[in-house]
Structure formats: C-alpha cells, structure tokens
C-alpha cells in the first residue's frame, strides 16, 4: 500500500482533488509508521554494525547514469524510495561514519545527533527568528559556547553551515568595524582611501581567501606568513609584513590564528597573536574549525591558551564533537558590532513585543540567512546526552591514536614522518625512489580496498599521505590496518621487501581480505605474464602478508631459482626463515645477500645479529661497521655494535652507538597480530642487556607490545594507554641505569606493574646474599665486588681473606649469566690469569659452594616465582661444577633425566619441608612477581643459593621425545604467567595518566 498520496484520487485533467484537498500526508500513517520505523531500523543497523562495510566504494557506472535520471512526475511507494535509497545510496557514503575513515577531518556522528537530527525534521522549525523554543535552545547552547571559551557575557554566537561561513561572517563584521557601518550601505569603493589587508599563515585553510573574495575585499588582500618547522605562524615574520603594509599604505585589519591546521594540526600561539593584534590595534580572529573543540579535554586545552583574547572565533561541531552535519558556529566578543553587521528590518520582518513575532534580537539580525535549520538541536542533544567530559574523552583518545600511528611509522625503516604530530592527524609517507606517485597511488589503493581512507597533501614539495583521526569509532585495528596495508601496497608498488620486524605477519580481519584481493590481482597478472619476477616477488609478499608462510617460502625459491641474486627475495626468505627458528638456513640467505649485494646495510645487519646469537662478537662487529660506513644513521648496526663493545669490554664507544641507535626514539610499538581487541603491555626494556625473555609469554596474538627503551626516557614524552606495565629488565647489577630510569618512566603510569623496578634493583648479587642471610635452612654464598686492581695487587690474598674467602673461589663479570664469563679459581697462583680473562673492571667474587653428592656429581635446581608461588623448572645434573641445563649430562643419560621427571612430579617430596620452606621465604623476601632461583641441595635439606632473580628463562624443550617428560610442568609456568598477565590488566579502556 502506498504511503503518500493516491495519483488515482487527483483528477488530472481539471488538476482538482476529488473528495478533499491535496494533502502531502500519508493515506495511511499505520503504513508510513511501519515503514519509518523500519527505516529508522535500518539506520540504527548501519551504524551499530558499521565495521562489517567497506569505508568507502566508487560508484558504478550505471549507478552513477541512473542518479542522473530524470526528475519524477509522479509519485513511488515510500518503500520502493527507501529500498532504492539502501541499494544505490548508503552503500556509496563518503563513509566518515566508519571508524576507517580518516583521510579528512570528518566527524563520525553518533546515533544520538541522528535521531535528534530526525526530531529537528519533524519539527520543522526555521530559526531565522520570531519567539519560539527552538530560538531558546539554540540560544542557550551559544552560552554554553561562550562559557566554554572565557568569551564575555556580551559575546554573540550563531550556528552555520561550517567554518567557512563562520569565517566569512567574522571577516565581515571585522571589515565593518574597521572601515565603518555605512560601508553595508555606501560599499567598499565609497571608501578608496583604505586598501585592507588580512594576514594568515601558510598553513591557513583556503576558505579565509574566499571569505576576503565574498567581502567585496578580494582574495589578494590575504597576506600568507611563513610558518616555523612545526607549521605555526612565525611571529616575527607577521610583525614584519604588517610593518611593510603600513608603509606601503595598506592598512591591515584582522589577523587569523589557526587552533588547528588543515594539513598537520599545528595551533598557533594564539597570546602572541592576541598581544599583537592589541598593540597593532587589529581585529584577531581564530579559525578552529576542528582544534578549538580541543577546549573540552584536560589534557589539551592548555595548548588553546590566548583563544579566549578573539575578537571571533569559527568552528565546528559536526568535527571533534562528533555532531551529524552540518553544524558549524561563529562566536564574537563584541555582540554590538555583530549585531550592527547583518540586522536588516523589513516591513514584513517587524519584531513586535509580544506575540509570535516577539523575542528580538533574532538569529537573522547576526549573520546573512534567513532561513534557518535546527542545527542547534543536534548540538543541544549531543552535549546534554553526552556530556563535555565524554567528548572531551573522545578528542584525547584521537591524539592518542595519533601518538600510536606516529610510534609505528617511526618504528618502520620503510616509513618517514613528514610533519610533527601536535594534535590528531599524523603526515607520513612510504620511503621509495618514486615517492610522490607512489604514495598517490598508495592512497588511491587504500580507499578502493575500503579498509581504511586517509587522503593525501603536500608537506614542502613533497606529496604526504595524511591521517586526520577524527571518529570517534576509530581503534589501533584501523590504525594497524593502515600501516599494514601501506606497508603491503608500498612493497608491492617499490618492488621492496617485507620487513618482518615492522608489519604484522598476520593482518586483522578487514585487512586479511584486502590482502587476499591484492593477491588475487597479482596472480591473475602472473598469468598473463608467468615470467615476471616483480609480480612473482609481490605474490610471495602477499602470500606472507596473509599467513601463508609455507606457500610464500616456495614462491620465494622459485623465484631465487630464476634470479639467484634477487636481494628482497633473499633477504625477505631469511627473515621467514629466521622467525621460524631456522637459524642456519636464514644465515646462509644472509651471506648470500651479501656476497651479491655487499653494501646493503639491513643484510649486513641481520647477519651481525645472528652472529651475535652464535658467540661470534668479532665477526658481528664487522658487519656492523661495515653497514655504518654505507650508512652512518643506520640504527639497527649502531644497535648491534653497541652490544658487541659491551660484550668486548669497550664501554665508551658501547655508549655511544647506543645513544644513536635509541636517542629520540625511547617508545617503540611492536606489531599485533591477533584479532580481537589485545592486552596493551608498556613492556620496559634495557638497551645494555640483561632483559627477561618475554617473547614467548607477551604473545603477538593476545598482547600489543610498547617498548621503552628506559635509560632514554624523555618524561616529556606521553605514553600510550596501556593496560599493563611488565618491567622486563631483570639484571640488577649490569642494567642498574635501566631500572633507575624504570622508575621514572612509573611516574607517568597508574597501571598494574609486574616485577616493580625497585624490587629489581635490590636482587643485585652482593646485595641478595645479604638480604636473605637470615632465613633459616639457608646457606647463602658470600658476594663481594672488587676492582680488578686490587685482585691484582701484591695484597690480593690478604683483601681477600680479610672478607672472609678462602680457595676454590668464583670469579664472574657483573651482567653475565649462563655460564658466560664464570671462573672458578683453584688456588692464588691461579687467581691473576683468571682475572685477566674476564671483562669488566669490577668483578664478583663468590664463595664456593660445593654442590656435589655422594655420586659425585653435582645438581642445580631451578625452581620459577610466578605469582607468589613455586613452580619446579628441572634440575641439572653434572660431573661438572659449572653447571648448566643444556650443558650438562641430561640427553644422554636416562638415570638423569629420570631424577629430573621425579622432581618436577613431586618437588616438596624430593626436597623435603626444610627446603621448600626456605624457598617460600625466598620468595616472600624479593617480591618479585616473576623471577626464577637456582640452588642446590644439602645432605641434611639444607638450600644452597646459587642465584635469585628476575632474569631466568624458561625454555620450551626441544621437539625431542626425551624432553616429553618436561612439557607438563614447561605448560604450567606458562599458564600460570599468562594468567597473572591477565587477571593484573586493567579491565576496560587502557590507562593514560
């Protein structure tokens, strides 16, 4: 049934009505009820399941030629428009609902501002004037406007189309003020004496020439300044410029600061502006068109100081605050001069004192429409449902987000940032030879695929893929996705390799299909052109990109088959390779890179740091110097170098390529690979070593890693929201430096810890022995550091004997473990050559404690602290006393391995209460959330303490069926820290102080 008029009721060749007069309204308002409710429905649904929809697609073109139809002469079932509108309109939107839109400065809208926006249609009331509600309401929200903003009571407010129309409106009223009233009536050529001049910056949005044009004062009169390497007005320079066009017989009249720039969201510093425009007696305008919002959350309004001092102001709602389009709003100090720009009184507009035409002074008498909309509702709606501390939340998470994306693209060697990041939109692009068209074509890509859609600009001469992160909808999984799929287009665009360390193997959901599309394309390309290795490449590039490793592993030998020096081939396989733990194969590909391609520094690099893992510091020393002298800002080789100097005791030049590997670049964000929403761990790492492994409990399928390279902490920098911060450097007496900047780095968290700084720093080795000294059935080592001069002084035995040592004694370098730099020293005679051995200019000197049984062997256990409880890990067994799990006589003796499963099935049993005792009291003293202890054990029960502290690692046992007894208990220490991981997280939004 039709729900409008009947084109059967209308006698259409006299045109009468037959029956009643014509009326617009249903014939059947059951019928149009259902129908509304059903299309209210629809609209509820495409914004609640809004991520399921691509972000934006081009029109067909049929679609597009059926839009262009010809106007209807007579009237379609309501249902047939609104089913058409669902099939050929909703799905073609700009998008800016969709939290992947983000390509300019668009508002999302929420559900509330829709419905509003439907209460407003119904209404149908025209703001223009006279005494009614509506009027109220919006006047009532321009006081909110002017409380918000420190304006005066006397200041005057008007909801507009956007900002465009509020500049021009306060272009207007400044032009006024400086050229006279009468110029409304007389025009400017009545004045030709004056020749005005506006001044903004470079960055300045291109409506303000419009608005000069429209003025009648044409676009020329727009001076553009300078702008400082943070894209703000240079002061100095307007200063100048002003000076210029006084002498020149200008006479300039409004200077516009920018709470917020179009391209990079840089503010102004709008005190300077304001004290300016005072002493030069100028009209100071701010066009804030999405910044000034920023007002609404603590964490920014400090950076709008000086916005109160306009003389006019122009912004939008329907940006920040989210509000459905359009709502945009001028707001003026001086109500009066307003006022006395745009009041206009005909006969038939004549304000009464009582009656309908009452309420003066109305809408229409500040600004030039007279017909109105609602648009004060929407706003009204959304601040009262809402709240300013809610949309305030909302502009905070935005930046937020911003910070996120700028740490990745600094994170990404294939990436370059191309402006600061001041508020919310990030200007970066994807480093290739052919920039510019790449990085358009980039884009184009991207919104076609319908992920995500940022937009592009020029940032001095150089095309920049811009992000505006606006919605309120948006995620780190857009953000994620956009990097990806930059990465991924970028790759296959340049014909560059895919960087395992900088993109997630597995992309999210939405970005997995874009993926396979673009895999799809290119193996339809590769059919028509079976030989090309370029297309080749980006197959195995994508094949990766969407988790098809073993698949992508083979196309990569395919092609090193066809063009053995293929060096993104090479070097993307021996990344493939190297993640998954085939070390030898990755290496080979490496050497292989090089040996075609000898100067390439990321080869040179990655083959350093396997060397690295090996033991080969001197071979690994010159990889990375070699990288360095192809690229003297090469991070990665400074990275590598640093490490190899410490480990061969050069401290100094250690230092230094340290600070050029991490200076300024303190906050790190790893990929994510999962799909749900992850954990957000601030995990806080050491650059000199001595880190737990947390690689295998943070996984890249639950948890989103952010890495803070402690020791160069700048507290200036904001931390993103986490959930969870986990102090991974476990080394008390090697990464003390770490730990202190640890501390620190707490002072801006309020985030659960695991493993807090302080409790770390006192497991030093000297410092422990000291500490748990007391606990009874504990026989703790005596710890002393000496300097390597006085072990090597005449009077060595007596400094020695004076602390109480006696020979067999240990000697070991401070920040090593495993073995590594451990020296048992006989007899004195030995003692000289044993320090000359060992790096460091101070050195342990530990009691021996002898831990051999009747069997003559010796046994170190291993128990894990997770969460205040004891979990065995193994015992090792050897007729050595340097004692090491993967050292000892485990794999090949069966009696050993068997003493091994007894103690990890009952560990109080083959301890005994004594000892488990002790260790409880271990435990209880360090407060370590994780943390491991090695011991051994007495005839009488009695504790040997080897060690205790947050740095031990618990290795899953090799694919070997003599290691199957061991998996169980491996298990639950993994479980057991995962669980504590979990349940310490903060429930809900990550936390930012």
């Known amino acids: 049934m039709s729900h409008v008029a009947n084109p059967n009721s209308l006698d259409r060749g006299a045109g009468a009505p037959v029956g009643m007069p014509i009326s617009l309204d249903p014939s059947d308002w059951t019928g149009f009820r259902v129908e509304a409710h059903r299309m209210l429905d629809d609209m509820i649904d495409y914004i609640a399941n809004i991520r399921e929809r691509a972000v934006w697609q081009p029109i067909p073109d049929p679609l597009r030629a059926q839009l262009r139809g010809d106007v209807p002469l007579l009237p379609t079932d309501l249902a047939m428009v609104h089913a058409e509108f669902m099939q050929n309109i909703l799905p073609f939107a700009a998008g800016n609902v969709h939290p992947g839109f983000m390509g300019w400065v668009h508002g999302g809208g929420t559900p509330v501002g829709m419905v509003a926006e439907m209460l407003a249609a119904g209404l149908n009331a025209n703001l223009g004037g006279r005494d009614h509600a509506p009027v109220e309401v919006e006047r009532q929200v321009v006081n909110w406007v002017r409380e918000l903003f420190g304006f005066p009571q006397g200041a005057t407010g008007l909801f507009v189309t956007g900002t465009s129309m509020a500049n021009f409106i306060s272009v207007v009223v400044a032009r006024d003020v400086e050229l006279g009233f009468q110029v409304r009536q007389q025009g400017i050529a009545a004045d030709g004496s004056k020749r005005l001049t506006a001044y903004g910056s470079a960055a300045v949005h291109g409506c303000l020439a419009k608005a000069l044009d429209l003025a009648g004062l044409g676009s020329d009169a727009l001076r553009i300044i300078s702008t400082s390497d943070r894209h703000c007005i240079d002061v100095e320079a307007l ?241 994620r996705t956009l990097v990806d799929e930059t990465l991924a287009l970028g790759r296959a665009l340049a014909g560059n390799s895919v960087s395992r360390q900088s993109t997630d193997g597995t992309p999210e959901n939405g970005s997995l299909t874009n993926m396979q599309l673009a895999l799809r394309s290119v193996e339809t390309q590769l059919q028509l052109k079976p030989d090309s290795t370029t297309l080749l490449f980006q197959r195995a590039c994508f094949l990766e990109q969407t988790g098809r490793l073993q698949e992508a592993r083979g196309v990569y030998l395919d092609l090193l088959a066809r063009e053995p020096s293929h060096l993104d081939a090479l070097k993307c396989l021996g990344n493939l390779l190297l993640a998954s733990r085939e070390t030898s194969e990755a290496r080979r590909l490496y050497e292989l890179a090089i040996e075609y391609h000898p100067d390439h520094p990321p080869c040179r690099a990655n083959l350093g740091n396997l060397m690295i893992k090996g033991g080969e510091h001197e071979a690994a020393r010159d990889q990375f110097e070699h990288a360095l002298r192809v690229d003297p800002n090469y991070r990665p080789a400074h990275a590598g170098l640093s490490f190899v100097l410490g480990h061969l005791g050069d401290p100094e030049r250690a230092t230094w390529h340290r600070s050029k590997a991490f200076q300024d670049r303190c906050v790190v964000v790893t990929p994510y690979r999962g799909t749900k929403s992850p954990i957000i761990v601030l995990e806080l790492v050491s650059t000199t070593g001595g880190n737990i492994r947390t690689d295998d409990y943070l996984s890249d399928r639950a948890f989103q890693r952010i890495l803070v390279t402690t020791e160069f902490y700048d507290p200036n920098t904001v931390l993103p929201p986490h959930h969870l911060v986990v102090n991974a450097i476990g080394e008390a007496d090697g990464a003390s430096a770490a730990l202190t900047g640890a501390l620190s780095v707490l002072a801006h968290t309020e985030a659960p810890v695991i493993n807090p700084p302080a409790a770390v720093l006192a497991t030093g080795r000297c410092e422990i022995m000291q500490r748990l000294s007391h606990i009874p059935n504990l026989i703790t080592a005596r710890t002393l550091t000496l300097s390597r001069e006085q072990l090597l002084a005449s009077d060595a035995a007596a400094t020695l004997a004076l602390h109480g040592f006696s020979f067999p004694l240990l000697l070991r370098s401070p920040g090593f473990h495993g073995g590594e730099h451990f020296l048992r020293v006989e007899v004195l005679e030995d003692l000289a050559a044993a320090v000359n051995e060992l790096p460091g200019d101070d050195l342990f000197v530990i009691q021996y404690l002898d831990a051999r049984g009747a069997d003559g062997n010796s046994r170190k256990y291993r128990v894990m602290m997770v969460d205040g409880k004891l979990y065995p890990l193994h015992v090792a067994i050897s007729g050595n006393w340097k004692i090491h799990y993967y050292s000892a006589d485990m794999a090949d003796c069966p009696e050993h391995r068997a003493e091994d499963a007894a103690f990890l099935a009952d560990m109080d049993g083959v301890l005994g209460q004594r000892a488990v005792a002790a260790l409880q009291q271990i435990q209880r003293t360090l407060g370590l959330d994780y943390g491991g202890i090695d011991f051994g054990l007495t005839e009488r029960g009695e504790v040997q303490l080897f060690e205790a502290n947050a740095t031990m690692a618990v290795i899953v046992p090799d694919k070997d069926q003599r290691w199957d007894y061991r998996r169980s208990a491996v298990e639950k220490i993994y479980r057991a820290v995962w669980t504590m991981l979990r349940d310490r997280a903060i429930k809900g939004p990550p936390s930012s102080k």
């Open 239 to 479: 200063e100048q410029a002003i000076r210029e066009d006084r002498r020149d017989g200008f006479t300039p009249f409004i200077v516009v600061g920018s709470a917020g720039t179009v391209d990079t969201g840089a503010i102004d510093d709008l005190t300077a502006l304001a004290n300016l425009c005072q002493r030069e007696k100028l009209w100071f305008h701010v066009d804030g068109a999405y910044g000034a919002l920023a007002i609404l959350a603590p964490d920014l309004a400090s950076r709008l100081k000086g916005i109160e001092y306009a003389d006019s102001l122009a912004f939008d709602f329907h940006k920040w605050g989210q509000v459905p389009y359009d709502s945009g709003f001028v707001l003026i100090r001086n109500g009066q001069l307003h006022r006395r720009s745009f009041e206009f009184s005909p006969a038939y507009l004549k304000r009464e004192i009582r009656g309908l035409a009452a309420g003066a002074p109305w809408p229409c008498d500040f600004g030039p429409d007279l017909s109105r909309g609602f648009h004060a509702l929407k706003v009204w709606f959304t601040l009262k449902v809402h709240g300013t501390e809610a949309i305030g939340a909302v502009i905070s998470q935005t930046c937020e987000l911003a910070r996120y994306l700028e740490a990745l693209v600094a994170d990404s060697s294939e990436l370059e940032l191309l402006a600061p990041v001041e508020l919310n939109i990030v200007c970066f692009r994807y480093r290739a030879e052919d920039s510019d068209r790449i990085n358009e074509q980039i884009v184009v890509e991207l919104q076609e695929c319908g992920s995500v859609a940022p937009s592009t600009t020029r940032l001095n001469g150089r095309v920049a893929i811009r992000v505006a992160i606006v919605n309120h909808r948006t995620s780190r999984v857009e953000i």
